[in-house]
Nanobody, 128 residues
């Protein structure tokens, strides 16, 4: 049973930083693609930072490029999203999702319905 559990969301001031974590369990190997997605009230879910299954390549949405970084620690079975220079438009529920299929990073971000497993999310609020 694969499970993803996000943590690290909180209230932060504009210009601040946060690091989200996603604890991954249930996979029998490190061969899985992973992505961070977010959904703000009244908006569609969007992929913001994704890592491909086979080569670990990354893809970032234009809105977060240069500010967010996705990384993974396979020994700890944890995936991270480092978020810097946060602004109010980054306010959303953030989810991590995983797939056991061989999917490129960009495809992971652009086709969230293709992901097999989802966490329950963690709320990030950027406000002064």
């Amino acid at each position: 049973q694969v499970q993803l559990v996000e943590s690290g969301g909180s209230l932060v001031q504009p210009g601040g930083s946060l690091r989200l974590s996603c604890a991954v369990s249930g996979f029998t190997s490190d061969y899985y693609g992973i992505g961070w997605f977010r959904q703000a009230p009244g908006k569609e879910r969007e992929g913001v930072a994704c890592m491909g299954t086979s080569d670990g390549s990354t893809y970032y949405a234009d809105s977060v490029k240069g500010r967010f970084t996705i990384s993974r620690d396979n020994a700890k079975r944890t995936v991270f999203l480092q978020m810097n220079s946060l602004n109010p438009e980054d306010t959303a529920d953030y989810y991590c999702a995983a797939t056991s299929f061989n999917v490129a990073a960009k495809s992971i971000c652009f086709v969230p319905r293709g992901m097999d497993y989802w966490g329950k999310g963690t709320l990030v609020t950027v406000s002064s």
